[in-house]
């Protein structure tokens, strides 16, 4: 688990730099991305109580995703011990129980960012567990994203000339689709995911 999130905050930063390179001086409002990606994880999971809804397990899990990339760009900026960080996230993750209810969790967990505009790690946890999202997977999803967002990157999206929707349906839905496919546990999963991306991408023009 430690190298895992040593890679993850690795390659973060890499992200980061490559949309900014010198992101941790921008004051960018991370914790207010954290809190828009709750309310669409609300929106996935369901709350509507006059009409019949079913969580989306997939896009609430991409959900979290999402704020873990915004949660670990909050950690890198308020502390540059990489140790430090892992050692908190580890004493989290492992100590965190859902409490059986994942939409109070969830206004929980937004209130705490709204409210320090910092990164609830615990709180972050407690919400892995509410939908049995284990560490592995978090590894293999968030790896999954991060190809994603630099293929984006690659393809314009600062630009504007990026193409999010392919053959009808977003980007995330074939990341999906491609994670799910592939052998996480192979050596070579971070560059087939991009491989698969890419080919699903051009695809469209050829199709």
Known sequence: MRQQ???MLDLQDAMNTRVHPRWREQNFAWYRAVWVECAELMDHYGWKWWKKQTPDMDQVKLELIDIWHFGLSLLLVENQDVDAIVNRVVAAIEDA????????DLEAFTESTLHSRSFDIAGFATLMDGVGLDFDELYARYIGKNMLNLFRQEKGYQQG??????????????????????????TDFRDAVYRSL?????????G
């Not at 349906?169 to 689709?177: A, F, S, T, V």
Request: a negative charge; charged letters at 35%.
């Open 5 to 7: 999130i040593i890679d």
């Open 97 to 104: 129980p859902g409490t059986g209810n994942f939409r109070e």
């Open 161 to 186: 000339t990026y193409r999010k929707t392919w053959q009808g349906r977003e980007d995330n839905e074939h990341l999906m689709e491609i994670i799910n496919e592939l052998d996480r546990a192979s």
């Open 198 to 206: 890419e080919f699903r991408y051009n695809s469209m023009d050829s």
